[in-house]
């Protein structure tokens, strides 16, 4: 349901919000490595991330990406829709082109349930809330 582009992108976002600040800024390099991400296809996710002004970033040379306190309050479906837009989460499980609530198909039903509140979720949980329960044990994230 969510794309390898759209996970690579919220690890990034996650390891930017545990370990830069305004402060801080992190580079791509130093980015790619732990979150097992090649350094060309991450630099891509965020440059998109922060021309849409989701994450900050800064040039020179003590520039890099960062999270400001504003962009830690950002929701999770937010890096999904600039990633790849919300229709893909409600894509047919079955690829079918014409599928929806008037023409099912035959999954429609088993599996529509779960992805609203999947969005629901991802809609409500932001960026800081998932970094703080990395940061107190509650969910883990190799970084």
Do not use: W
Request: with cysteine; glycine share 4%.
């Amino acid at each position: 349901m969510i794309s390898n582009s759209s996970k690579y992108a919220i690890k990034a976002v996650l390891f930017l919000a545990m370990h830069s600040s305004e402060e801080k800024k992190i580079m791509v390099k130093d980015i790619a490595d732990p979150i097992n991400v090649p350094m060309a296809y991450i630099a891509k996710l965020l440059q998109e991330l922060a021309k849409q002004k989701l994450i900050s970033s800064t040039r020179g040379p003590k520039g890099g990406f960062y999270l400001s306190k504003e962009d830690k309050g950002r929701n999770i479906m937010e890096i999904i829709n600039i990633i790849e837009g919300e229709k893909k989460l409600n894509s047919c499980l079955l690829s079918l082109e014409h599928c929806n609530e008037e023409n099912p198909c035959p999954v429609h039903h088993l599996i529509n349930q779960s992805r609203n509140i999947l969005i629901k979720n991802l809609k409500i949980k932001t960026i800081n809330e998932l970094a703080l329960d990395v940061k107190r044990g509650k969910s883990t994230l190799p970084l």
